[in-house]
């Protein structure tokens, strides 16, 4: 289990996952809007198609109603994670 603070902006002009500020918080930018829980999903597809993991390993376990998330990547180390988020 890997934890990832992500950094969301919703209704963004196209979905992209762009860079990891000095605190290590990863931005993810998405057009949907953040009603209804779209910027949500949406933001956990982006992600899981990044990683190229399936979207069911990851959960939002902080923040699914704020900008600031914590992420949960089911069967994956920091390491792991690590070195994917830097392969892209």
């Known amino acids: ?3 990832i603070n992500i950094r969301v902006q919703p ?3 196209r979905n992209e996952v ?3 500020d000095a605190d ?4 993810i930018r998405v057009t949907a809007p953040p009603a209804d829980g779209e910027a949500n999903e949406a933001v956990l597809k982006l992600l899981a198609k990044h ?3 399936p979207r069911s390993a990851l959960t939002i376990v902080r923040g699914a109603t704020a900008r600031n998330k914590v992420v949960d990547i089911g069967g994956m180390s920091d390491a792991n994670l690590k070195q994917r988020l830097e392969a892209h």
Not at 24 to 27: F, K, N, Q, W
């Open 51 to 53: 990683l190229g993991m």
């Open 1 to 3: 289990m890997a934890l």
């Open 18 to 20: 762009g860079t990891t």
């Open 24 to 27: 290590g918080t990863l931005r």
């Open 11 to 13: 209704r963004a002009s």
